[in-house]
Nanobody
Framework: QVQLVGSGGGLVQAGGSLRLSCAAS?????MAWYRRAPGKQRELVATINRSGTTNYADFVKGRFTISRANAKNTVYLQMNSLKPEDTAVYYC???????????????WGQGTQVTVSS
């Protein structure tokens, strides 16, 4: 049914940059990025709603930027000044819309691996 296709992960040296992309197959109310590092629980990285309001976890403020293209229901995560601690599987999340355009169900992408070498 609803599909979220994430891409953009890879291997990068500390201090480098990557841009993650995620395209949802349906219209969304809000989108977000989460990540899970080995030995840690999944944690929220950044969110953006349909008005463009963003929120960031403290550990990425000033380094990461989340943006959204509503027409394509695509969210981006520009990651700069990457650190080895950022190594994790990054998951795209989307909250769908109901028939009336209100917030609906949550959907998850398959995850994309980001590895930052020191």
């Amino acid at each position: 049914q609803v599909q979220l296709v994430g891409s953009g992960g890879g291997l990068v040296q500390a201090g480098g940059s990557l841009r993650l992309s995620c395209a949802a197959s349906v219209d969304t109310f809000s989108m977000a990025w989460y990540r899970r590092a080995p030995g840690k629980q999944r944690e929220l990285v950044a969110t953006i709603n349909r008005s463009g309001t963003t929120n960031y976890a403290d550990f990425v403020k000033g380094r990461f930027t989340i943006s959204r293209a509503n027409a394509k229901n695509t969210v981006y995560l520009q990651m700069n000044s990457l650190k080895p601690e950022d190594t994790a599987v990054y998951y795209c999340n989307a909250r769908g819309r109901t028939y009336f355009g209100a917030p609906g169900s949550d959907y998850w992408g398959q995850g994309t691996q980001v590895t930052v070498s020191s």
